[in-house]
């Protein structure tokens, strides 16, 4: 099967029509096999650091970069890494969104969530950990933007600049810089980030600090366009929130401005907030050019307990300039991961199980992703491209599972689902006899 087929069935089996559907095995792109440099870029989900992970990063002689340790070396073996830091990081900013004395790294008014509030503020620190474990840019328009009001939005852009930190979406009171984008550099290509939100959870917004994805859809893609534009700018990357949570299949909405976006001059898209993982689509623009839209990245780390809220993926791009000086996409992959909690605390593994619950969302993640741009978790990055020479091994195991295709909204439980679909897989047998449940208070705090 050829790249071009092979990348149509991709985009219309992955997001299909109700029933029974199945992803195509590998998504390639035409300029896979094109020589020239090479950029390879690494996005990830949700960065979103409940109330249990802040206790963990603000206890003595820790940090937030206790739960990247797993990772850190595939986000620094990419040439750029993006993340969706999913909250303020405003410092001695109330809940209320008043300046107080600043407490340190210590839980309270200031830093975690009230009590029965997602109102989140991050210790700023949170910043400069992300950056030493291998981030480059971060977006900070999301729906938890303006938790702490006006001057939290503020204060999470000082703590950016303070750790030197590219981020985009946001801006402060008074500033009016010509872009809501920012471009980052890494070995002779140059890169440029569009961040946007579909909400601020109902909280004004009356200084349009925050960029919103259907608002202001004219003026994202009229960015797209003059980023697309400017010679100097060899890429430009969309990443929305956008999306409904706990759904694995895109909206209307997504799918119109993703493709808009694309047929604008992005080259990619990467989206995030379902909390979980949606499908990727291949865009062939009215040119001919190729563009790549991930859906939901989903979480990348935070204390939701659901087995499809555990299950991320690190994903990865990579760019080439063609003997023409354009840069086209050459190849996508992902890595799948997994959020442990355990005694020892939360972390970011990469999910490489066949059993229990770690084996049941990576089995579901294949059968929802392209089974075949599942990448090792191992440096340097091999790419699926399909082209002669090629190192690519193709990771067979666990068998894919569509459960997350036919039943695209996830279960509420916090335990394993063994439904038929996963029995079949697995080849578990259901006990006999009727289990006492057990009550369990479920707390993403």
């Given at each position: 099967?050829?790249?071009?087929?092979?990348?149509?069935?991709?985009?219309?089996?992955?997001?299909?029509?109700?029933?029974?559907?199945?992803?195509?095995?590998?998504?390639?792109?035409?300029?896979?096999?094109?020589?020239?440099?090479?950029?390879?870029?690494?996005?990830?989900?949700?960065?979103?650091?409940?109330?249990?992970?802040?206790?963990?990063?603000?206890?003595?002689?820790?940090?937030?970069?206790?739960?990247?340790?797993?990772?850190?070396?595939?986000?620094?073996?990419?040439?750029?890494?993006?993340?969706?830091?999913?909250?303020?990081?405003?410092?001695?900013?109330?809940?209320?969104?008043?300046?107080?004395?600043?407490?340190?790294?210590?839980?309270?008014?200031?830093?975690?969530?009230?009590?029965?509030?997602?109102?989140?503020?991050?210790?700023?620190?949170?910043?400069?950990?992300?950056?030493?474990?291998?981030?480059?840019?971060?977006?900070?328009?999301?729906?938890?933007?303006?938790?702490?009001?006006?001057?939290?939005?503020?204060?999470?852009?000082?703590?950016?600049?303070?750790?030197?930190?590219?981020?985009?979406?946001?801006?402060?009171?008074?500033?009016?810089?010509?872009?809501?984008?920012?471009?980052?550099?890494?070995?002779?290509?140059?890169?440029?980030?569009?961040?946007?939100?579909?909400?601020?959870?109902?909280?004004?917004?009356?200084?349009?600090?925050?960029?919103?994805?259907?608002?202001?859809?004219?003026?994202?893609?009229?960015?797209?366009?003059?980023?697309?534009?400017?010679?100097?700018?060899?890429?430009?990357?969309?990443?929305?929130?956008?999306?409904?949570?706990?759904?694995?299949?895109?909206?209307?909405?997504?799918?119109?401005?993703?493709?808009?976006?694309?047929?604008?001059?992005?080259?990619?898209?990467?989206?995030?907030?379902?909390?979980?993982?949606?499908?990727?689509?291949?865009?062939?623009?009215?040119?001919?050019?190729?563009?790549?839209?991930?859906?939901?990245?989903?979480?990348?780390?935070?204390?939701?307990?659901?087995?499809?809220?555990?299950?991320?993926?690190?994903?990865?791009?990579?760019?080439?300039?063609?003997?023409?000086?354009?840069?086209?996409?050459?190849?996508?992959?992902?890595?799948?991961?997994?959020?442990?909690?355990?005694?020892?605390?939360?972390?970011?593994?990469?999910?490489?199980?066949?059993?229990?619950?770690?084996?049941?969302?990576?089995?579901?993640?294949?059968?929802?992703?392209?089974?075949?741009?599942?990448?090792?978790?191992?440096?340097?990055?091999?790419?699926?491209?399909?082209?002669?020479?090629?190192?690519?091994?193709?990771?067979?195991?666990?068998?894919?599972?569509?459960?997350?295709v036919r039943n695209p909204k996830s279960p509420k439980s916090g335990s394993g689902q063994h439904n038929r679909s996963w029995n079949r897989v697995f080849g578990k047998k259901r006990r006999s006899g009727k289990r006492k449940r057990r009550s369990?208070?479920?707390?993403?705090?």
């Amino acid at each position: 099967m050829n790249a071009r087929l092979s990348a149509a069935l991709a985009t219309v089996l992955a997001l299909g029509m109700p029933g029974q559907v199945a992803v195509a095995d590998t998504m390639r792109f035409d300029n896979g096999c094109s020589s020239g440099k090479r950029l390879t870029i690494a996005f990830a989900g949700d960065i979103l650091f409940h109330r249990k992970l802040q206790v963990q990063a603000y206890s003595k002689g820790s940090s937030f970069k206790r739960f990247f340790k797993p990772v850190e070396g595939l986000l620094k073996a990419a040439d750029l890494a993006y993340g969706n830091l999913e909250g303020p990081a405003a410092r001695g900013v109330s809940a209320g969104g008043r300046a107080v004395k600043d407490p340190g790294k210590r839980m309270g008014a200031v830093y975690g969530a009230p009590l029965k509030s997602l109102s989140f503020n991050f210790h700023p620190s949170v910043v400069g950990d992300l950056k030493t474990v291998g981030f480059d840019v971060l977006s900070s328009a999301n729906n938890h933007s303006m938790d702490r009001g006006r001057l939290g939005v503020d204060r999470t852009i000082e703590a950016f600049r303070e750790h030197k930190m590219p981020f985009t979406g946001t801006r402060k009171r008074g500033e009016t810089p010509a872009r809501w984008s920012v471009v980052t550099r890494a070995k002779g290509f140059s890169v440029a980030w569009l961040a946007c939100t579909f909400s601020t959870n109902g909280i004004p917004d009356p200084k349009k600090q925050v960029l919103h994805c259907y608002r202001q859809t004219e003026q994202i893609l009229k960015e797209i366009r003059q980023l697309k534009a400017d010679p100097k700018i060899d890429a430009v990357f969309l990443t929305p929130h956008w999306g409904e949570e706990n759904w694995h299949r895109p909206g209307a909405r997504q799918k119109k401005l993703g493709r808009q976006a694309i047929e604008a001059g992005a080259l990619a898209v990467f989206g995030a907030h379902p909390h979980v993982l949606q499908p990727w689509e291949k865009v062939t623009t009215k040119n001919g050019r190729e563009g790549l839209i991930v859906y939901s990245a989903g979480n990348f780390i935070s204390n939701q307990r659901r087995t499809a809220e555990r299950a991320g993926i690190l994903g990865l791009a990579q760019l080439v300039r063609t003997g023409k000086g354009k840069v086209r996409l050459a190849a996508a992959g992902y890595v799948p991961t997994w959020v442990v909690i355990d005694n020892k605390g939360h972390r970011i593994t990469v999910n490489t199980k066949t059993g229990g619950r770690e084996g049941e969302a990576l089995s579901r993640t294949l059968g929802l992703l392209p089974e075949g741009n599942r990448m090792t978790g191992k440096a340097p990055f091999v790419f699926p491209t399909g082209c002669k020479g090629s190192k690519f091994v193709a990771l067979t195991r666990p068998r894919a599972d569509t459960y997350w295709v036919r039943n695209p909204k996830s279960p509420k439980s916090g335990s394993g689902q063994h439904n038929r679909s996963w029995n079949r897989v697995f080849g578990k047998k259901r006990r006999s006899g009727k289990r006492k449940r057990r009550s369990r208070v479920r707390d993403s705090r």
